[in-house]
């Protein structure tokens, strides 16, 4: 072992390290630490298990390698009491993609010690999208609307159908919310359920989905039905293959997630406060990190975005 | 290890399956009454092709779970057969043999679950639950965590054919639905199957190869599971490591729905075929009656109670 | 008292008395319904008619629990232990006690000392019941009943596999809970057993009640002939006339030896006879022949079948050289319960009924249709499930499937344990057919008579060895036991 | 007449013990010299504490297992409780009666899932998949899919109570897993729970009242998954119906890997208890080690498997 790697850097806990989504978020991290001097990056996969998760952050806190900590958390709750104790340890924790604490809804600062977060609020993401369902709905009467939710168990999601549902009622007249269903994140899933949906509702004009991953499923049902092109798409995610095909123009929009950028900024949120600077903001809403105007990416400006996920 | 239960007699194993047999013909009136797009015949096709990875898979885990085994690494041998197929595609640039290999890569590692079960002698279950964890491993080994991506029709031109207006996928589950219900119920091998799950030592002292049948289920239930995960990622010009299906968890619930008993030595194939068909109604039946996902959980749970537990009670007055 | 199992009856309105402190007897071929009965007085099926009477009450059991209560207790045919929890453990099953009390463990150990000294039996309580051999099996569940401390007991065949002295031995527990007032229900295909003991006789044929009177009057021909309805000859077929000393040898041992198990073994059993291996339990007879078919691999030695020479490496390549065996152990080592007689017999002969890796409905039932018979089995039971059918008729179906093909040569361990006595006197025929037919044939027996009466040459083993060998007429009970006593006595002499 | 009593049967059970008890000391010392921070007694209760969750659930899975029983609702028992608790809490104003009926209400919840099994004869499997999606459900229904957050220091207390350096749930596991241990080895039920699950038959013939002394094998299970959620409702200060986490399938692995046999009527506590200490050495291991996620499934993988084989390799050189 060389000196260098005694020195303490950065300990990133990912929900589970198996997906692009995740590695974007730790590649943000080590570009942050490299430009920052943030020392050597040990990534933690939580496979999706709270427990887990916070076992490795008390882990993380015995190795004594750590001066900071940037954590996707798995249960927000769960996590905000061994973070404290981290932070306790002069760690700094800095929460991103969604915040920690007891009220998970919130990009603020929740307990004692925090250094930072960088997430996004997914009742804003939701009412972004149902507004971006709204527009698109601008010259059809009737206007059939069906929204994907990701995984109606999650808490997070929850919120967003609900906040999804709630801004369905305020549309205007012409719009008709025919109500959602799960894709749980998954392609089999999308297009099943979307095959269903069709069955019922074979004149939808616009599906609104929570996950890139779903929606590319959704899109195949669509095209089994032979509605391509007849039903516009707006999904959540901006990975690699939504960007393509919203430049195609077979997808009206993305709405953009930038897990690199949240990575990146939530590291040199960590790493400037283990150095004893003060970061610009605390608390960053991931939103705003997407280099369009209200995060959703249409076929206008599509050609030069480069994705920084792959779904 | 437990000595089963005495066998219900032959008039009994009629009535059994008839009990699940009612669940889903019970299940399927409701629904033909309760939704007119159930009766459409595309919704009918698209439960066929919806339920062919699971069906694929529960067709292998019978194999598997007759013969006294039991596989949990589908899920594994899924994910890592569709990386195998699409790393292939990518570096050898021959779309065909990639597919090719990536189907029967289950072959292999199926066989190497077996040998740690017979020759190594560890309890399938943590034997497959290991090897699962070494083969998602591997899966992220190759595509150090993000998606591969293929490109070109060549490679897709599997998971999309169609056959008038059947999906490849649907035939091919039918296909080997059909093999290996004849496999098992005609055939010598099958006939050994069940021997050896039903009684290991009895088929040992009969002069049967125990390891290698037991060694022969587990690679069956291996090529169920890669030609599902080969297909699955030909459709979608992709493979990843990140699995979030519970196929395996699935694949045996039907199967045991189906009444197939995971002590080994009883099953069918078409029972099992029965167990998806009844997951497959309840699924489809939220989805066409929008069922609210937060009744969805508890009304599943009743169902699949209500299903087995008719089972049950036909089985029972049969005494 | 009637009971039936789907289309099967078993018992056909039964009326039977049962007198307080007799002992009494069932016997009947195999499927007449005596377990069937026992296990309807047992808690254990309820009856589809009738009413059982206990001491002037009427009583319905729902489950043995009910019955135990009551004050039954029953050892079942099919040995119902828990194989991997010690003998202690098992002897004392279901033992009254609350929930979470302490498991008194010295007042259990000395009660279990106290029983095993009454009964006479030497068995290690602390070892795990599923280690012990058949024979010491069936005594922890001769103890289990005794601890019941109950009036009546009920015993489904308890000496089956039992060997001459314990089962003499039990018979001597059973006189003793005669005289403490108890009753004792036995159920035995040793017509003499029953003889002996019983103080009243009952008959079963076909799930109906020949006949149930005191024992003085019967005797063994009388109720050999209320079973079958017909009279059986001799038990045994004849004889060769003189060993055929210059046929080949259909299987050849040359010094087999296991450690802690048997050693320097010869023996040669040729085309056309039948040998027989004597010896008390525990001599290391089936280790012996467990080691001929590949089930265990030997230290030293030599196995030869007809020119393929051994030792086997498995089951399998020992079939492959033609020689196979009926274990010992039908339930653990011999059959699949939950399958068809059809599958069970023909399922080490799968290519013969096969085409194309197909297996043939049609041929199997054609093979089957002539074979069964042979062996004593009904061949409308071809598609019953060997767990439904009864003890005896379950020893049947091993023997079949090892005669489908005629092998070189057969051994067969414990032969006709459970079998009844027309359908054992059918084994034998068969036997010896198989050997006239060419093939030879190797006798492990705990049952003398059954040695004596069938065997053309005799080996008689003593903890691991050879100790003598009897040819022709020095064949009786009366050297087998100086041969397998003999070092003993000449040990506790010395 | 003389019995040769071999002695193989005890000391052969010994050596399976010792197998897998050989394979978690080897692990232990392995990380004692490969990592300092690992040999503080800060890490040894970080671990205790990290895995009482799964220790206590691991506990409840022996003793259904060793009756026979098979308990894959327990995450759905963790979740519900969890909720249960919260809910009251906020609801009813009396924190320490909400953990106290929380905590409980696995026991009700198991015997519910006796009911299904013994007299409903839903296979086992079966009955806790569809119970644990009713049971999922409900918390959903109450929950509405949000997450419930109890305000005040009473609900807190318990979760975050510590005694010197060890945390509540730690002594709570400890004495769970004692008062298990002392159950199955010791008393009258404990008896009954491997006779039942050794051979249901012998046990009923015995006049077990096999169906009650199941009930109890799923309530004993059930109470510890209820135990372990209300504890981490505690000490979040809150509960949703979410569970991402795989308690059932991380308890029975390692129960498992601790050589408690899944066909019934074998294992112990301490046994089961290695299996856990297993697991955790290894992801221990891994996050003080600085293992690259990447391999860590491979290598844990391979370290169970060759765990795993230790003891069967020690049970097979002693046969
Ligand atoms: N559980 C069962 N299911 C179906 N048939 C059964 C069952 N138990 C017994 N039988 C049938 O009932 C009949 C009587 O069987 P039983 O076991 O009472 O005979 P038995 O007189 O004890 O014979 P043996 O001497 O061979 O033990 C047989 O035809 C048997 O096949
Ligand atoms: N003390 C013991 N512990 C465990 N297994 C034993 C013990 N004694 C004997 N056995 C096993 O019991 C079986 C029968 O023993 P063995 O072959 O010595 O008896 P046998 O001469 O064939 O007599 P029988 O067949 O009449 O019981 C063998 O499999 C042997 O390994
Ligand atoms: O004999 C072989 C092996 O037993 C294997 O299980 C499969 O095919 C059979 O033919
Ligand atoms: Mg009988
Ligand atoms: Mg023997």
């Known amino acids: 072992a060389d000196t260098g790697s005694d020195a303490p850097g950065i300990a990133v806990f990912l929900s589970t390290s198996a997906n692009s989504y995740e590695q974007a978020q730790a590649d943000g991290v080590k570009a942050a630490a490299k430009k920052l001097g943030g020392g050597k990056v040990q990534v933690f996969d939580g496979g999706f298990d709270s427990t887990k998760q916070i076992g490795q952050i008390q882990d993380a806190v015995t190795s004594g390698r750590f001066k900071a900590f940037v954590i996707e958390p798995i249960d927000g709750a769960a996590v905000a009491a061994p973070l404290s104790r981290a932070a306790d340890q002069d760690i700094a924790v800095v929460c991103i993609t969604s915040a920690c604490g007891p009220d998970t809804t919130k990009i603020d600062l929740q307990f004692p010690g925090q250094a930072g977060v960088v997430g996004s609020d997914y009742q804003k993401t939701a009412a972004a999208m149902a507004q971006h369902a709204v527009d698109a709905c601008a010259d059809v009467d009737p206007c059939k609307v069906f929204y994907l939710n990701g995984d109606s168990t999650f808490p997070s999601d929850r919120l967003a159908k609900d906040a999804f549902a709630a801004a369905m009622k305020a549309a205007p007249a012409n719009v008709d919310y025919v109500g959602s269903q799960d894709g749980k994140y998954d392609t089999a899933t999308g297009r099943s359920v979307m095959e269903s949906e069709l069955q019922r509702n074979a004149d939808i004009a616009v599906l609104v989905s929570l996950a890139d991953q779903q929606t590319l499923g959704a899109a195949q049902a669509i095209d089994g039905a032979g509605r391509t092109g007849k039903i516009k798409i707006i999904s959540f995610g901006g990975s690699k293959q939504a960007v393509e095909k919203v430049a195609s123009g077979e997808w009206l929009g993305a709405q953009l997630t930038m897990p690199f950028s949240i990575g990146q900024t939530g590291a040199e949120i960590a790493i400037k406060t283990a150095q004893g600077k003060a970061p610009e903001h605390k608390a960053v809403d991931a939103t705003t990190l997407a280099p369009v105007e209200g995060g959703l990416l249409t076929a206008n400006d599509a050609s030069g975005f480069e994705a920084q996920w792959t779904s | 290890m437990t000595t089963p239960t005495l066998p219900a007699p032959r008039s009994l194993a009629l009535a059994r399956d008839y009990g699940v047999v009612l669940s889903a013909v019970g299940l399927f009136i409701a629904l033909a009454i309760a939704s007119a797009p159930f009766r459409t015949g595309t919704n009918q096709l698209n439960l066929l092709d919806q339920w062919s990875t699971i069906g694929i898979i529960a067709c292998g885990s019978t194999i598997c779970i007759v013969a006294g085994g039991f596989d949990l690494s589908v899920d594994a041998i899924f994910a890592l057969s569709g990386v195998l197929a699409a790393w292939l595609a990518v570096h050898l640039g021959d779309p065909t043999l990639a597919l090719l290999v990536g189907m029967l890569s289950g072959l292999v590692l199926g066989v190497f679950n077996g040998l740690l079960v017979t020759v190594g002698r560890i309890n399938p279950f943590v034997a497959t639950i290991a090897s699962s964890v070494v083969f998602l491993g591997i899966a992220q080994l190759i595509t150090r965590g993000s998606v591969l991506s293929v490109a070109g029709q060549g490679f897709s031109r599997l998971g999309l054919q169609r056959f008038g207006d059947l999906t490849l996928p649907a035939v091919v589950f039918v296909v080997f639905a059909v093999l290996t219900a004849v496999l098992l119920a005609r055939t010598v091998v099958g006939r050994r199957l069940y021997a050896v799950g039903g009684n290991y030592e009895a088929a040992r002292y009969s002069g049967i190869a125990v390891n290698r049948v037991q060694v022969f289920a587990y690679a069956v239930s291996g090529l169920s599971a890669s030609i599902a995960g080969v297909l699955a990622a030909s459709r979608n010009s992709s493979a990843s490591a990140d699995i979030r299906t519970d196929l395996a968890f699935q694949a045996i619930t039907a199967v045991v729905i189906g009444g197939v008993s995971i002590y080994g030595g009883a099953g069918t194939i078409p029972r099992a075929l029965v167990g998806v068909l009844i997951l497959a109604l309840i699924g489809n039946g939220f989805n066409l009656l929008a069922v609210d996902p937060a009744y969805q959980q508890v009304l599943l749970g009743i169902i699949i109670v209500l299903a087995v537990a008719v089972d049950a009670w036909a089985r029972r007055t049969q005494k | ?494």
Request: net charge negative; with cysteine.
């Open chain 3, 1 to 494: 008292m009637a009971k039936h199992f789907g289309g099967a009856v078993a018992l056909h309105g039964i009326d039977l008395t049962i007198e307080q402190g007799e002992v009494h007897c069932l016997v009947g071929e195999n499927g007449a319904g005596k377990s069937t009965l026992g296990k309807v007085i047992a808690g254990v099926h309820r009856p589809d008619a009738g009413q059982l009477i206990l001491r002037g009450e009427p009583v319905d059991f729902r489950s043995p629990r009910a019955s135990i209560a009551a004050g039954i207790a029953f050892i079942a045919q099919e040995l119902a232990i828990v194989p991997d929890r010690s003998v202690i453990e098992n002897v004392f099953l279901g033992q009254a006690g609350r929930a979470l009390d302490l498991v008194p463990r010295r007042r259990l150990r000395a009660k279990y000392d106290a029983l095993a000294a009454k009964a006479g039996f030497d068995v290690d309580p602390a070892a795990p019941a599923g280690s012990l051999r058949l024979a010491d099996q069936q005594k922890v569940e001769i103890l289990r009943s005794l601890a019941r401390d109950a009036d009546l007991i009920i015993m489904d065949e308890p000496t089956a596999s039992l060997a001459g002295s314990d089962a003499d031995q039990l018979l001597r527990i059973i006189d003793d809970l005669r005289s403490e007032g108890r009753t004792v229900v036995f159920v035995t295909h040793f017509l003499a057993d029953a003889l002996a003991v019983a103080d009243r006789i009952t008959v079963l044929k076909d799930g109906r009640l020949v006949r149930s009177s005191p024992a003085d009057g019967e005797t063994a021909d009388g109720l050999v002939e209320s079973m079958l309805g017909r009279s059986l000859g001799s038990m045994f077929p004849d004889r060769l006339d003189s060993p055929p000393v210059t046929a080949d040898p259909a299987l050849e041992v040359t010094g087999l030896s296991r450690d802690g198990e048997f050693h320097d073994v010869d023996l040669k059993v040729r085309r056309g006879e039948v040998v027989g291996i004597a010896g008390l339990v525990g001599a290391g007879r089936t280790e012996l022949v467990e080691t001929l078919v590949g089930l265990r691999r030997p230290r030293a030695g030599n196995v030869t079948v007809a020119g393929h020479s051994g030792p086997f490496r498995s089951p399998r390549h020992a079939q492959q050289a033609g020689l196979v065996m009926v274990p010992e152990s039908r339930k653990d080592h011999g059959l699949v319960l939950g399958r068809t007689v059809r599958e069970n017999v023909t399922l080490p002969h799968l290519a013969s009924v096969s085409r194309l890796s197909f297996v043939s409905k049609a041929r199997q039932t054609d093979v089957l249709g002539e074979l069964l018979p042979q062996v004593g089995l009904d061949p409308a039971r071809i598609d019953s499930l060997v767990g439904e059918l009864s003890g005896g008729n379950q020893q049947k179906v091993m023997f079949a499937r090892w005669l489908l093909e005629r092998p070189t040569a057969l051994i067969a361990d414990e032969p006709t344990r459970g079998v009844d006595v027309g359908a054992r006197a059918g084994l034998y025929e068969l036997l010896r057919s198989v050997a006239d037919e060419g093939a030879g044939v190797l006798i492990v027996s705990s049952d003398n008579e059954e040695l004596v009466g069938l065997a053309d040459r005799v080996l008689v083993m003593r903890t691991g060895r050879v100790v003598g060998e009897l040819v022709g007429d020095e064949i009786d009970e009366d050297h087998l036991l100086q041969l397998m006593f003999a070092e003993e006595a000449r040990e506790e002499s010395a």
